[in-house]
């Protein structure tokens, strides 16, 4: 049989476990958040922009169910897996079988072959990218100009980590690719295709800049132990059992070209970059989803070359064998972490709630997914962030009517076993209120003697199209909650009363309010908040920085 023949079985094979395992295996939290933004397709959404939406639309459309949801991602990563071929041209079978190891123990991409996440698009085009690349480097035709240009626009539209593929790969050759005209033209033509979701983020307050740069990380403070854990994030994500390896080709490869040294630099500049973002927040294998499609391509054509021992072939297959063991735990019930997912929606499905309102958007997309005909939307308590639920405003829909309020932390007589064998409380709620557009602005950092009384002024508006009124013997009242290290690890809280204030839709307000510090000494953080006495406290102002003195 001819490689190339081999190549066409291989992907089939690839093609055909995936779309099993997609048949057989229950949606995933991340999944089923996505699956709801491809119900309302848009040119970007809170947190990603829009890619993983359309293929989601484009299955669900055709075949409904799991299966539809990530029909698309398996058939592109099907056309991944001949990219990658292409780019690495094996000639022998030992190639092929190089070949082979390094796809199949791969651990992004075999998860992403089936997955159906923004990592699913970014892996099939980064490597369409990288294909397109490197056929432009050898000749700047005109085909391989609208080629690349479609490529980058196509990184972009799957995920923003495809900016650091596309400025790491151009970086090490910059001096070459500024010198030829035909480069300006790539850059436009791709700004070109892109402009749409630009405009997006513009008409929505840059509201994907700012979770991503502010909101995400801006309480986390750094942790010793994240410098342990990152080289740990490589090992798992690459190919554990042949880590060894792959380390190993990383030193010893000596790129031939421009193509081959815009490789290398990918993969040492995305490791930089993120090793700086430890400051904040630990990687996730996924992100590093660029670099592992690099350091592949890195390993095979330094193993191509030079003389190797049987053991990566041994190591090779050996994580495939586990690869597919940990493919047969996701579907199996008893192992399977996404079982719960399927179990949670049952369960609330038995109990015929047609407005069901819930603390993170996790909770509320599998609900949805699994209960299309049912109305959900997110009502979030204390920090928990802020999400495409909060831009589409369903919250607001639900203003005066009866919900039921599905938790983990509001107590009521009615509950189901769900996430980490915890009790979810469901609590019927009638004439619901809504105030999550209430904001409140007050200065960013103060001084106090423990212990001490405040005086602050804030600023209050009321960003509904309903009036909302605070304090007194309302239902919603002011409060202040000082938090350590995580928004919802509260160590100190208290009322801040107020006389009964109205406030109409749009409408703004400045006031004087008084409270008491928190007896400790230390440094704290802190945000105003609305307590609903229904169901909690939900922050309304940016984090506030406190010294107790």
């Not at 398996?74 to 991944?80: E, H, I, K, P, S």
């Not at 495809?162 to 436009?188: A, D, E, H, Q, Y």
């Amino acid at each position: 049989m001819k490689l190339n023949s081999k190549l066409y079985l291989l992907t089939g094979i690839f093609v055909l476990v995936n779309l099993i395992q997609s048949v057989l295996t229950p949606i995933s939290v991340d999944e089923a958040y996505y699956w709801v933004w491809s119900q309302h397709l848009d040119w970007g959404y809170f947190d990603h922009p829009p890619m993983t939406a359309l293929w989601d639309a484009l299955g669900y459309s055709i075949f409904g169910g799991t299966i539809g949801i990530r029909f698309v991602a398996v058939l592109m990563n099907g056309f991944a897996l001949i990219l990658l071929w292409k780019i690495l041209k094996p000639k022998t079978i030992r190639q092929f079988w190089l070949f082979v190891i390094l796809s199949g123990s791969t651990v992004v991409f075999q998860i992403f072959g089936f997955i159906s996440t923004p990592d699913s698009p970014l892996l099939f085009f980064s490597l369409l990218y990288l294909f397109a690349f490197k056929k432009f480097l050898q000749k700047d035709s005109v085909f391989n100009l609208i080629f690349l240009a479609v490529s980058m626009a196509g990184l972009m539209y799957s995920k923003y980590h495809g900016l650091l593929l596309i400025l790491f790969t151009m970086l090490p050759i910059i001096g070459r690719l500024i010198r030829n005209p035909k480069f300006f033209l790539v850059v436009l033509i791709s700004l070109i295709l892109y402009l749409p979701h630009l405009i997006w983020i513009y008409n929505h307050d840059f509201v994907p800049v700012h979770y991503h740069f502010q909101d995400r990380s801006g309480d986390k403070q750094f942790k010793p132990e994240r410098l342990l854990n990152y080289p740990l994030v490589f090992f798992l994500g690459m190919s554990p059992l042949i880590s060894w390896f792959s380390i190993k080709s990383l030193f010893g490869f000596k790129p031939k070209d421009d193509f081959g040294k815009s490789l290398k630099w990918l993969v040492v500049l995305t490791g930089i970059f993120f090793l700086f973002t430890l400051y904040k927040e630990n990687v996730q294998p996924q992100w590093l989803l660029i670099t592992f499609v690099a350091m592949m391509i890195i390993c095979y054509e330094y193993y191509s070359e030079n003389e190797f021992s049987n053991w990566l072939f041994k190591l090779g297959f050996a994580g495939i064998f586990l690869i597919l063991i940990v493919r047969i735990g996701l579907i199996l019930p008893s192992t399977s972490p996404f079982s719960i997912n399927l179990n949670f929606a049952d369960e609330l499905k038995s109990r015929n709630i047609d407005h069901a309102l819930f603390e993170k958007y996790q909770e509320a997309s599998v609900f949805l997914f699994y209960n299309p005909d049912k109305k959900a939307s997110v009502h979030r308590t204390l920090g928990n962030r802020e999400n495409q639920f909060t831009l589409w405003d369903w919250e607001d829909e639900f203003y005066g009517q009866t919900v039921n309020y599905i938790s983990p932390w509001i107590r009521s007589e009615d509950s189901i076993k769900a996430y980490k064998d915890k009790e979810y409380y469901i609590k019927e709620i009638p004439d619901y209120i809504t105030f999550y557009k209430l904001k409140i602005q007050a200065e960013n950092q103060f001084e106090s003697a423990a212990g001490d009384s405040i005086r602050l002024k804030i600023n209050l508006s009321n960003g509904h199209r309903h009036p909302l009124i605070i304090g007194g013997d309302s239902e919603l009242r002011l409060n202040i909650s000082y938090y350590s290290r995580k928004q919802y690890d509260v160590v100190y809280s208290t009322e801040i009363k107020i006389e009964k204030l109205r406030l109409k839709p749009g409408e703004e307000k400045e006031m004087e309010v008084g409270f008491g510090n928190i007896s400790e000494v230390g440094n704290f953080k802190a945000a105003f908040g609305i307590h609903y006495m229904k169901i909690g406290t939900t922050y309304v102002s940016d984090p506030i920085e406190i010294i107790s003195k």
